[in-house]
């Protein structure tokens, strides 16, 4: 369960997440954006732009993974210790077309010694698109880089 924080800490975990992203490469190349982040909480965007689509002419499957994959690292990473995805599924309710813009919701709904579980949604405006659920590992402190 996540917990109660002040302030200070909710700057601190918004920080942390935007330093997170701003060295994330991939979610950089596919324009995803955080939309907010608070302790085992995140909200993250995604534009569906033309190189995105596949041969349906409907956004790969695959980056609505990695759209879900980056909201859950936000939310994990927000409690300090270094975390990432152990394992993952994803379970595809419709499809989103070029210009939709995609808003994935992650909340960590456990944690437990070093893992974690997470449950993210993602949605094209009030449509849900996807549902993701990933167990986290926590690796410890970040290395230095």
Do not use: W
Not at 2 to 19: K, L, Q, S
Not at 47 to 72: E, Q
């Amino acid at each position: 369960m996540t917990t109660a924080v002040d302030g200070a800490d909710e700057d601190r975990v918004v920080d942390a997440v935007h330093e997170l992203l701003a060295t994330d490469q991939v979610s950089r190349t596919l324009g995803i954006e955080m939309v907010s982040a608070r302790q085992g909480r995140a909200s993250a965007r995604m534009p569906v732009r033309p190189n995105m689509v596949n041969g349906h002419n409907i956004l790969h499957g695959g980056l609505v993974f990695t759209l879900a994959d980056t909201a859950f690292a936000c939310a994990a990473n927000s409690f300090g210790p270094a975390a990432v995805t152990a394992a993952a599924d994803i379970q595809f309710l419709r499809p989103a077309y070029l210009g939709d813009v995609l808003t994935a919701e992650a909340i960590v709904r456990s944690r437990s010694g070093r893992t974690m579980v997470c449950d993210v949604t993602i949605r094209c405006a009030d449509e849900v698109i996807a549902e993701f659920r990933a167990r986290g590992s926590l690796l410890g402190e970040r290395r230095p880089e």
